[in-house]
């Protein structure tokens, strides 16, 4: 039996209480959870590609089925890279879902055998958003309820 291989994409700069609340509630759903940093040469992230997946990999230590790993390029690309045939994305907002479905179809068209699932976010995360945590950090404020306690710079 092919197993079920999940790439949760982002670029987890940092990795939030959002993000971790997606992954441990879809990780029963797959045998295997990618987290995928994608490196997007028109961003300039304030953590290192090595920083961030060494935090997933400190935060989800203790279950086999989460992996981290970056790549460059289309996300359906690394998705037939790591034999994903599953996409996850967290939803906070109606319009968070309108911009991933408008992604989920191109990818489709691209590569019908893979699958888009999204997830909403519990509500007490729904507001946490990495962009957000980042404008707190640069302003010296205290992120530490937004960020599992593994984040630190």
């Known amino acids: ?91 906070r907002y109606v319009s968070d879902f309108e911009y991933e479905k408008a992604i989920a179809d191109m990818n489709r068209m691209l590569a019908p055998d893979i699958e888009t699932i999204f997830l909403t976010t519990a509500p007490a995360y729904s507001t946490i958003s990495s962009t957000l945590v980042r404008d707190v950090i640069r302003n010296n404020g205290n992120v530490r309820m937004f960020v599992p306690e593994e984040v630190k710079w």
């Open 1 to 91: 039996m092919q197993q079920r291989i999940c790439l949760f994409p982002g670029t987890f700069d940092p990795i939030t209480m959002g993000h971790v609340d997606v992954i441990n509630r879809a990780v029963s759903l797959f045998d295997k959870i990618v987290v995928g940093i994608g490196i997007n040469s028109s961003k300039q992230p304030m953590f290192t590609v090595e920083q961030r997946v060494n935090w997933i990999h400190d935060i989800f230590k203790g279950d086999p089925r989460v992996e981290a790993a970056s790549y460059t390029g289309l996300t359906i690309d690394f998705c037939k890279q790591i034999n994903a045939h599953y996409i996850l994305r967290g939803i």
